[in-house]
Every structure is written in structure tokens, then in C-alpha cells.
């Protein structure tokens, strides 16, 4: 449509239609069984008439489904303004990919980014138009059971996957490739850094970090053109987000120049009553109004109120025209004035959906992204020693996680029968004990003295992360724990596979395995995938995108945190007075960006192109890299720096660069990065982004512990 005529259309419309724009039901509204819904109609303050003015519909799938009810609202809508559909396609569709941690493991955007095109593809062709991602909340606190949902806790890394994510759904032309889908960057802002890591916590961040760490992520999605973002629950300057007209406006829109749709989270206009900053949905309404909340996702408060407050007051019609406007151009921005089913076809989907070709990018993502923690020779598996798989996930199809929208868990492989198809029948078996999951212990100790080798499947079920699942302890389950005990005993080689959401305290069992793999939730692919690294087809790659802890009292942790006036260095460990804990090491078990692989890689020659960078000439720095194993291997080589002199604290460290590079047995190769100006700039202390001329140190590296060995001086 063009815009005249959709100018044309907002001024025809009559208030209620206007309201009803930015109210955003679940599908179950719309559902045959209208006895099932009085309650939640009044809840929602709806009525039949409401119901077939509102926008956008979340959580609807399936081609037929979006179809007819697509027809029967346009039928009863006035205007005939079609409907919009949104879902939580988080990391898939129906082919389910690894958790977005597990995504982040890969450090490979382009793949992410085909991840968003085939979710996009196969949702697109249910007749959805938007999906409620990426989250690209920055996150260093693992008892937050949504760190699942997060690609961790760099803010470079993060930039780099929400723009591979929203180039992924979004294509490059929305309006005419119908098998693309509109992107949400969510939750904005800081959801990823709830106190004490409890979910819908309040969050206490000051300004230059928020702008330092957190705000990026969000910006490089925004930037990307993504054409949504969502509020988050939580507080910013203690004012909830939802309501909080000075991040929305003039953060949100004014800096960081955001013209989409901003959608309230779930409930989340109505929970600034809870909150305690609203007396009543009708000044939650206002306040969310004001601070340019487009769409009300599930709370009564516009639905109730709304009209009322625009009738009363002319500042408050026009934000709400501005609101409206912004849905309408979305609308138009998909072509559903033109084509209000979109992509939806029965056909297409079933084409679309879960086939052979998305599986195996499926089974590739989930190869990348199994980060292998420890291996003192025992993997990859020998073909000819007894294998035993037992461990409470060995027979599980829990492998999608907490988000795996229309995944299928009886299309999901268990390890069991993804191991039985490559392992010798004849030195394999399997022993079932998922009681250990369960709480009790069980004892088939002596089945397992026959085996030279026992991979253990371990971990959390899905439920225990993902939204509202915060735990105080991130260790595996205690029975788990009794089994390794019981498996270190007899003496064999213990392979331990982690089935899991967020980095867990693996403490207490580093000294009773030999390996330790960790394959997250790894997706519709993931036993496959977890089978050939076990079996050596694959050589493992993923390097972690958070910190592991040693305990959970050094939480939040985080590589590039700030630096301190007393640090501890090594060579002053007897001192006392020293940021330090008197029972724990500072640093990370597993620390961000670590992995190892069956190969080794030696890093030699560090070269700097120049000592000296300006803001017209940057340098070079590069490295060797050479492959020291007998096999193939994939590394991931980061480059960290360090600002030695800044107006504000610096990090004792940061990412400002990657790169893969594949290197044959004995190959070596010299990597180079480009470092400009523009990576070396901060936030400041008036909140303006520059650099600052001085010393900075720089280090090329396997993982975040490199040593920052060279320097160059910005001259300015
Ligand atoms: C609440 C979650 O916080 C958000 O991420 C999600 O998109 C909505 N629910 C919709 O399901």
C-alpha cells in the first residue's frame, strides 16, 4: 500500500479500531471452544466486536490454521486491516537447532545466520509474519535460567549474532521474499542481569555499563533493521522498562534511532501495577502510552483504558496515533494489505517443514557448537574397546530445550540409538537408569565392570532452564553426582556427555572423568551430532560464549570485567588485602572462549604491522597458527586488548576480533586482523563514545586467558 493511503487509512479509523490495533491476544482467543475463554475474555476486557479489531494474535501455527482464521477476521474487521502473527520461533521452527548458547558455542554467525533463514522459511509458510527474536541480552550470571537464551556474555560476540539473526529472518527484501519474517530484538533493556539471577528480578546496572555492554547487542540488531523490539520485565533506574519513558524515548528511539514496533513484554503493561509505579491499569496504560509502548502483549490495560485516557487528553491521542502508525507500516512493510496470508500454504509447508536439507544444517550447527571441556586421550572413542552408555539422559529425547516451539520430540534421537548405528554391536551396550534423574539412586554397579569405557549422559532437563527456572545451585543433580562417584571407583574410562542450559559448577566432576563434553540441548540433530564427535567424524570445535564458575559464590563472572585497584596477579597469591575470595581462585573453571579439539594448535609470532595507530591509520596484527595434532582441526582465534589508561575503568580485558581458520595436521597459518580506531572507542563519562590517545595491550589467543604479551600507542 502506499503510504498515502495508508496515511488515509489511520485518519478513517475510529478510536476503539485505533486501540484495537495495539492490543495483542493469544491464539486460544480465537479458538472454536469459546466456553474455554469467558474467563480470559473478561480478563482481557474483550468483547466478540474488540476481538476482531485487535492487531496481532502470538502463539497461532500451521498454514490452515493462520489462513482461516485470517479470513474470518478480515470478514468482520471494518477496515479490513489484516491480522498480524507472531510466535516464539526462538532456535527453530519445527527443525529444532541447538539453544542459543549452544548457537553462541559455534562462534560462526554465518551458520547462525542460516539458522534464521530456515526457521524463517518454515515458519513463514505457517502463515507467520514475526518471531520474538533474537534475545540478545548480555548475560554473566548462570543461575538465570534464560542465559540458555542468550549467545552469552561478550558484547562483540552478541553484535555479531543479533545481526546474523536479523539479516537471517528479516532477507533483504521483507515485503516480496514471503519466506521471511519480521525480527523482535528483545528484552530491552538488561534483562540478562537480574539480581541474584532470579527471573523478573529488578536490575541494578549503572549507566556506562548498560551503555558499555549491554546497550550494543541491541543497537547492532536495531541497526540490522529489525523491525521489533520488546520491553523487558524489569526495572532500569528502578522504573520498569515497560514504563520508562526516558529509555524507550530517548534512549530507545532518540539515540538509538528505533522506528519499528515496540511491544510490551507478556502481562508486562500490567505489571507496572505490581510493581508499584502505577496505581491501577488505567496509569499503567498512560505510562506505557508515554513511553511509547506500541503493542500490548497480553494485559488489559490499553484494552480497558486506553480509549478513555485519548478522549480526555490530546497528548495522549497523538502518541497513540504515532503508535497505531507504527503497526500499520509494519503491516505494510510485510505486504499484508496485498497478501494478508503471506507465505501461508499448506503445501509449501509441508515441503518447508523439517526436511532432509534443514536437518543436515541442523546436525552441523550442533556439531559446532559441542564444546569439548576435558580429554586426556580417551576420545575419540576407540572403535574396538567395550563401550558402555548409560547416565539418565543416554535414552532421552529431551534434546530440544526450553524454547523449541513446534519441535518434535518423537523425531528426536536418542544418544542410545544414535550410538548403536555407528558402534560395534558386538562391544556396545547400553544400560538404562534414568532413576538418576529422577532422585533415586539405582546399583547395576556390576553391569559396568565388563566395559573399558562408559560415556555417561548427564546433565538438567529442559525444564530446569529457560524462563523461570533460576537456581541457587548450578551443579548436576546430587544422584548424578553419587553415580560418577560410584563410576570413578571401578576404575574405567569415564566419558561424561552435559545435556544442559547454562554453564553448571563442574567442579566436583573434573577429577572423576577422563572427558567432559558439553552439548547443551543440542537440538533435532543433537544425538547425531554428539555421536560423531564422541566417535572422532567430527573434531570438536565450540568454544564457550560465558564463563564456567567454580562455585557459584563468584557469580556474576565474567572474562572482561572491570579492573580493580588492588588486583590479584599472579605472584601475589600470599598477599592478603588483595580483590581476591580466601577459598577460590578468581577465575572462570572454564573461562569464555575456551575449547579444546583432538588436535593441537600452537600460537607463535605475534607481529604488530605498526607500534603507532591514529584515527586515519590503523595496523595489522597477526599471527601463526599451526596444527601440532595428527588430525584436521577447526580453531577459533581471538584477539583481546586491553585500554591501560581510560577516563573511566576499563575491562582487564576485551574481544575485538575472531576468526576460524582449518588446519591440516602440521599446517600452520598466519592470521591477520585489522585493528582501527573505531574498535578502541568506550562509552565516557557524559555517555559520548570515544577513544582516548595512550597505551593499549593486545594478545592473540585460543581463549579469553591469552596473555596480552604486545602494545601499540593511539596518537591522537
Ligand atoms: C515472555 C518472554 O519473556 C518473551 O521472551 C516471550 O517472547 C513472550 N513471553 C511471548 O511468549
Redesign the pocket.
Known amino acids: 500500500m502506499k503510504i498515502d493511503a495508508l496515511k488515509a487509512l489511520l485518519n478513517e479509523m475510529t478510536t476503539e479500531e485505533k486501540v484495537g490495533q495495539t492490543i495483542q491476544l493469544s491464539a486460544d482467543f480465537f479458538s472454536d471452544q469459546s466456553e474455554d475463554i469467558t474467563g480470559p475474555m473478561n480478563e482481557m476486557a474483550m468483547t466478540e466486536e474488540k476481538k476482531y479489531q485487535v492487531g496481532s494474535v ?2 497461532i501455527s500451521g498454514a490452515k490454521e493462520t489462513i482461516a482464521l485470517q479470513k474470518r477476521y478480515m470478514e468482520e474487521n471494518r477496515l479490513n486491516i489484516p491480522l498480524l502473527f507472531m510466535a ?1 520461533i526462538i532456535h527453530g521452527d519445527h527443525t529444532i537447532f541447538p539453544i542459543p548458547l549452544g548457537l553462541g558455542a559455534t562462534w560462526n554467525p554465518d551458520l547462525i545466520k542460516q539458522t534464521a533463514q530456515i526457521s524463517a522459511k518454515e515458519a513463514s509458510a505457517q502463515g507467520l509474519h514475526v518471531t ?1 527474536s533474537p ?1 540478545v541480552d548480555l548475560v554473566r550470571d548462570p543461575r538465570w535460567g534464560r542465559v540458555m537464551e542468550a549467545t552469552g556474555e561478550d558484547k562483540l560476540l552478541n553484535k555479531r549474532y543479533a545481526r546474523a539473526f536479523v539479516e537471517g529472518y528479516q532477507g533483504e527484501d521483507l515485503k516480496e521474499d514471503l519466506t521471511k519474517l519480521a525480527a523482535c530484538v ?2 530491552f533493556a538488561g534483562y540478562g542481569a537480574p539480581r541474584g539471577g532470579r527471573d523478573y528480578n529488578s536490575v541494578d546496572l549503572n549507566e556506562n555499563t548498560l551503555r558499555e555492554h549491554y546497550l550494543p547487542a541491541y543497537q547492532e540488531g536495531i541497526d540490522a533493521g529489525a523491525k521489533l523490539v ?1 520491553t523487558a ?1 524489569n526495572t532500569i533506574d528502578n522504573i520498569p522498562a515497560t514504563g520508562n519513558k526516558r529509555l524507550m524515548r530517548d534512549i530507545l528511539r532518540e539515540e538509538m534511532a528505533f522506528d519499528g514496533v515496540l511491544i510490551s ?2 502481562g508486562a503493561i500490567g505489571e507496572l501495577v505490581p510493581h508499584g509505579v502505577a496505581e491501577d491499569n488505567k496509569a499503567a496504560a498512560k505510562q506505557a502510552l508515554t513511553a511509547g509502548v506500541d503493542i500490548e ?1 497480553m494485559s488489559a490495560a490499553y484494552s480497558e483504558h486506553l480509549v478513555d485516557l485519548v478522549n480526555q487528553d490530546e497528548t495522549l491521542k497523538t502518541l497513540l496515533d504515532e503508535s497505531v502508525w507504527n503497526i500499520l507500516k509494519l503491516k505494510n512493510d510485510l505486504g499484508l494489505f496485498e497478501q494478508p496470508y503471506r507465505g501461508a500454504n499448506e503445501t509449501t509447508e509441508k515441503e518447508a517443514v523439517f526436511s532432509n536439507e534443514n536437518k543436515q544444517v541442523a546436525l552441523t550447527v550442533a556439531e559446532q557448537s559441542i564444546v569439548l571441556l576435558e580429554n586426556n586421550g580417551v576420545l575419540p572413542l576407540k572403535k574396538d574397546s567395550k563401550l558402555i552408555l548409560t547416565g539418565p539422559l543416554s535414552q532421552s529425547t529431551d534434546l530440544l530445550g526450553a524454547w523449541s516451539w513446534k519441535g518434535n520430540r518423537e523425531q528426536t534421537t536418542t544418544l542410545e540409538d544414535a550410538m548403536a548405528a555407528v558402534a560395534n554391536p558386538d562391544v556396545f551396550s547400553v544400560i538404562d537408569d534414568r532413576t538418576f534423574l529422577e532422585g533415586q539412586n539405582s546399583f547395576f554397579m556390576d553391569d559396568l565392570r565388563t566395559a573399558d569405557t562408559v560415556v555417561v549422559a548427564l546433565g538438567e532437563s529442559s525444564e530446569m532452564s529457560g ?1 523461570a527456572a533460576s537456581r541457587t545451585n548450578i551443579k548436576l543433580p546430587e544422584n548424578q553426582l553419587v553415580l560418577l562417584r560410584e563410576l570413578k571407583k571401578l576404575n574405567k574410562k569415564v566419558v561424561a556427555v552435559l545435556i544442559n542450559g547454562r554453564p553448571l559448577d563442574l567442579s566436583e566432576v573434573v577429577p572423576l572423568v577422563d572427558a567432559l563434553v558439553e552439548a547443551w540441548f543440542p537440538g533435532t540433530m543433537g544425538a547425531e551430532a554428539i555421536t560423531n564427535i564422541l566417535f572422532g567424524k567430527v573434531n570438536p570445535s565450540g568454544k564457550l560464549p560465558m564463563s564456567f564458575p567454580r562455585s557459584v559464590g563468584q557469580i556474576p563472572l565474567t572474562y572482561n570485567e572491570d579492573s580493580t585497584g588492588r588486583p590479584m596477579t599472579e605472584g601475589k597469591r600470599s598477599e592478603k588485602y588483595l580483590s581476591r575470595y580466601l577459598d577460590a581462585e578468581n577465575t572462570a573453571l572454564y573461562p569464555f572462549g575456551f575449547g579444546r579439539s583432538y588436535t593441537t594448535f600452537e600460537y607463535a609470532n605475534l607481529t604488530l604491522s605498526s607500534q603507532k595507530i591514529s584515527e586515519d591509520d590503523g595496523l595489522q596484527v597477526s599471527v601463526d597458527v599451526k596444527n601440532t595434532g595428527d588430525v584436521k582441526g577447526l580453531e577459533t582465534v581471538q584477539v583481546y586488548l586491553r585500554d591501560k589508561v581510560g577516563e573511566v575503568v576499563r575491562p582487564v580485558k576485551e574481544l575485538v576480533d575472531f576468526k576460524q581458520v582449518e588446519c591440516a595436521p602440521g599446517e600452520s597459518k598466519t592470521i591477520t586482523f585489522e585493528i582501527t580506531e573505531e574498535q578502541l572507542r568506550y562509552s565516557h563519562a557524559d555517555h559520548s563514545v570515544s577513544s582516548d590517545a595512550g597505551t593499549f595491550l593486545i594478545g592473540i589467543g585460543t581463549d579469553s586467558s591469552v596473555t596480552l604479551s604486545a602494545s601499540f600507542e593511539l596518537e591522537k
Open positions: 502470538l502463539g516464539d520474538f534475545m528483545k528484552h520488546m520485565f513484554d507478556w502483549m524462563e
